[in-house]
């Protein structure tokens, strides 16, 4: 089986951009889709992007998301960074073998 | 109105049993797979089981398969998780999210909308 790699941390200043990544350790990160949740702190997590990089509806053009086939990773850009943007950031893809891999989760600190 | 809201959580001892229950509204409830994902204090989020929206197909995580049970009563709007054989390390708020698109068998790995969570803990 595979896990997704995140960095632990990252932060960054108001109306900067950070970009996360999300690593697959074993297989193609195109093998399946890469889904992206936020969970600010003391909520339920919520759906940033599904399907490698569509934003569901009500979700800032602020978050974007990619697939890198040369890094075998997934990204996500958040730009103008906000305040309200502080929280975990979890990647989340499909093993192919009936099994769900969620990223160790990226804590985002907008200073 | 809250779309999936989650209750059952309980403190009980290691060895206990707990069934968690998850009410749906505000969406055709028996078009879409529904999973459970859970998240220890601290820690990241954690799969634990997804079910087809007939509840056919059931899916569980290695660290619970053969203690805990996916199921649903799709004419109740219910998803339930039976959890058996709880040891310390189930201890983790418990989410119940709903499926991005309907049918699918792809769809069952996938989360969309996610409840407001409810909490296990479980003493050893």
């Known amino acids: 089986n595979f896990m997704l790699t995140q960095p632990h941390s990252v932060s960054e200043s108001p109306g900067e951009t950070v970009t996360l990544s999300c690593t697959r350790t074993s297989g193609t990160i195109d093998s399946h889709y890469v889904q992206w949740y936020q969970q600010r702190p003391g909520s339920s997590p919520t759906t940033l992007i599904y399907e490698d990089n569509v934003r569901p509806s009500g979700v800032p053009d602020r978050f974007s998301a990619s697939i890198d086939s040369s890094t075998n990773s997934a990204s996500l850009t958040i730009s103008g960074l906000k305040t309200e943007d502080e929280g975990d950031y979890y990647c989340q893809s499909y093993d192919g073998s009936n099994h769900v891999v969620f990223g160790g989760g990226t804590r985002v600190t907008v200073l | 109105e809250v779309p999936l809201v989650e209750s059952g959580g309980d403190l009980v001892q290691s060895g206990g049993s707990l069934r968690l229950s998850c009410v749906a509204s505000g969406f055709s409830f028996g078009n879409y797979a529904m999973s459970w994902v859970r998240q220890a204090p601290g820690k990241g989020l954690e799969w634990v089981s997804s079910?087809?929206?007939?509840?056919?197909?059931?899916y569980h995580a290695d660290s619970v398969r053969g203690r805990f049970t996916i199921s649903r009563d799709n004419s109740k709007k219910i998803l339930y998780l039976q959890m058996n054989g709880l040891r310390a390390e189930d201890t983790a708020v418990y989410y119940c999210?709903?499926?991005?698109?309907?049918?699918?068998?792809?769809?069952?790995?996938?989360?969309?909308?996610w409840g407001i969570g409810t909490s296990v803990t479980v003493s050893s």
């Open positions: 079910i087809s929206h007939s509840g056919a197909d059931t």
């Open positions: 999210a709903k499926a991005p698109g309907t049918y699918s068998y792809y769809y069952y790995f996938y989360m969309d909308v």
